[in-house]
């Protein structure tokens, strides 16, 4: 019995170094507003940076939300750092409002955009790698377009939209709520209009309370298709079609405004990268909380390939 139990600890032993001599991974502080984890190949020096950027809500640096634990970009960086890319993965501004006493009337948009913007600036002076490119995921798919400028060498969108969100907000309503879509969209329009509203359904408080509306002001002020039309550098576009909140064709509109841009449609992909065979509505969201269940077997290589032609 003793045998056995000293060849099991030896044996875990064993399997935690070989998965730590894939990668290796550091926390750093980029300034003030922004932590993350730089996640770097073991045997080899990167010549690429993915700087991942998060999707909307309170969404940390591995992909995760309070109860709903799923890890996607967090395995997303550990993949590619074992293909010798690295990635740098961050937790939103969000977690730092009350340490930082931000309120939520006071956080916009641009906010976001200024934080992806510290952290090319960063790697830039850092000058440890050859190209730095940023990949977006949802919302942070438009953030990533409004960062890309002169410091950013290749732009990745995973699962961004390609209308203006308040086509997004008001499509979504239609499908979970129909007799709501008009009154969200007249309350958009005043938003649009007036900077605030006050015409909108207790039912869609939690969309509309009058701390969010700078913010959701801020964001409608840009449209995706027109920002990455604007791109002057190598862009990816990824989705998936088992994608219930961003469906595939939003990522055939942003093909449609660049042209050139390379279009990656993963057959089964859910909204958090998962390959999901059921139809069903419910084991697709269940996913959202199944941090060992394996990404889709086809996205990271779609994405290393597309890093190591930079190089």
């Known amino acids: 019995m003793r045998n056995i139990i ?48 998060q ?25 590619l750092a074992e293909k010798g890319i690295a990635s740098f993965r961050f937790d939103k501004r969000i977690f730092k409002m009350n340490e930082l006493e931000i309120k939520e009337e006071d956080l916009r948009f641009d906010d976001f955009v200024t934080d992806v913007n510290s952290i090319v600036e960063y790697f830039k002076n850092e000058d440890k790698f050859e190209n730095l490119i940023l990949a977006g995921h949802s919302e942070g ?46 309350a958009l329009d005043e938003i649009k209009e007036t900077g605030k509203t006050t015409n909108y359904s207790p039912m869609l408080e939690s969309m509309f309370r009058p701390s969010v509306q700078p913010y959701m002001n801020n964001w409608m002020k840009y449209d995706p ?20 909140q961003v469906p595939e064709k939003e990522a055939r509109l942003l093909k449609e405004a660049k042209p050139a841009a390379e279009l990656v449609i993963l057959d089964k992909m859910n909204h958090i990268f998962r390959e999901i065979e059921s139809e069903d509505r419910l ?26 032609e930079l190089e």
């Open 6 to 53: 000293l060849s099991t600890v030896l044996f875990l032993i064993l399997q935690s170094v070989l998965g730590q001599e894939k990668y290796s991974e550091a926390d750093l502080k980029i300034d003030q507003f922004t932590e993350g984890t730089l996640t770097t190949p073991s045997e080899e020096k990167a010549k690429s940076l993915v700087i991942f950027i």
């Open 141 to 186: 798919s438009l953030i990533g377009m409004l960062a890309a400028g002169e410091n950013v060498d290749a732009f990745i969108s995973l699962a961004g939209a390609g209308q203006p969100i308040d086509h997004i907000i008001v499509e979504q309503i239609k499908k979970m709520a129909p007799p709501l879509a008009e009154n969200a969209r007249q």
């Open 55 to 79: 999707g909307s809500g309170p969404t940390d640096r591995d992909g995760n939300q309070p109860m709903m634990n799923n890890d996607g970009v967090k395995k997303m960086a550990r993949e």
């Open 225 to 244: 298709a027109t920002e990455i039309s604007k791109l002057e550098i190598p862009v990816l576009i990824i989705n998936g079609t088992s994608d219930i």
């Open 283 to 308: 084991v697709n969201t269940k996913s959202y909380n199944e941090p060992n269940r394996p990404l889709h077997p086809e996205l990271v290589p779609v994405i290393s390939d597309f890093v190591k």
